[in-house]
């Protein structure tokens, strides 16, 4: 059967997949499911990060923004591999280019006092916005919780046990990243073939994302056409990264998308977006799902942990070494 081509990503009430009710539950689930094999995308209503602490947060975020880059780069994360603290502009660039993307980002992940690994250590917060702190882990302990449930409606959709990711993502690497594609006043200035980002699969299980504060993000169907993000308000959007991709043997899709440049005239504004990543724990086998192969599906992918994934793919994109 030939494949229906979308466009707009569907919407889909969490609260369904939460209630006593099991053909709700078992609609969401499904619903769900058909997405990330086709579109590789949803909006999810209902989720429980409150709009109000949104607003807390992105206020958070712009104030330490707005600080000067003398300040901003007192905070700089190159010495804990680009896992924490500030990235500056233009370092990042997808795999297989080599312009920076149009942005800057901060790096939050999980602390764990007694862990050696270079994975927990501590995250670095700027002294001049203490809020910064406190609703950027905030929001990663929320959007944590969230990506569990629909880790967990998607083990489901797999024919797994519901609880299938939790001992796979109980120390999960997870990234929340603020990020800012900067405003620029002389659009002459912008390098040849420089967006705000460069088309990309994420690298990670499921990525979150709170509504951005300006548009620009698109997703690129089957048949190459871009299709821009149109949520509803107050909805996160979840997406397949290619981590999961690869578990699934390519039944879930990891679909290809990027931040467009805005009119020249819109580039003088700033634009905020807070994704987050959601990492499997460093030693989980990517090893394709047995039951993702099959005669017609053989397998796709070889086998890696995911942490070697990731430390392959932190390479492409430039942020380490």
Known sequence: MKEKLVDAIPTLDISEFLTGDEE???KFVNQLGLAFESIGFVAIINHGYLQENQEKLYASIKD?????DAIKLEYDGSSTGGQRGYTGKGKEHAAGRNVGDLKEFYHIGKYIA????D????NIFPKEVPAFQTQTLKAYSTLEGIGKTMLSAIALFLNLEKNHFESRVNKGISILRPLHYFPIENVDEVPDGAVRAAEHGDINLITLLMGASAEGLQVKRRDDKWIPITA????LIVNVGDMLQ????????????RV????????????????FFMHANPDMKLNCLEGCISATNPKQFEDITAEGFLMQRLKDIGLIK
């Open 260 to 275: 467009v440049n805005p009119p020249k005239e819109k580039l003088k504004t700033s634009r905020y977006s807070v994704p």
């Open 246 to 257: 690869r578990y699934t043997n390519g039944r879930l899709k990891s679909t290809i998308h």
């Open 114 to 117: 007694e862990s050696e690994s």
């Open 232 to 235: 509803v308000e107050d909805c």
């Open 64 to 68: 330490f923004y707005q600080l000067s």
């Open 24 to 26: 709700k539950k078992q």
């Open 119 to 122: 994975h927990y250590q501590k």
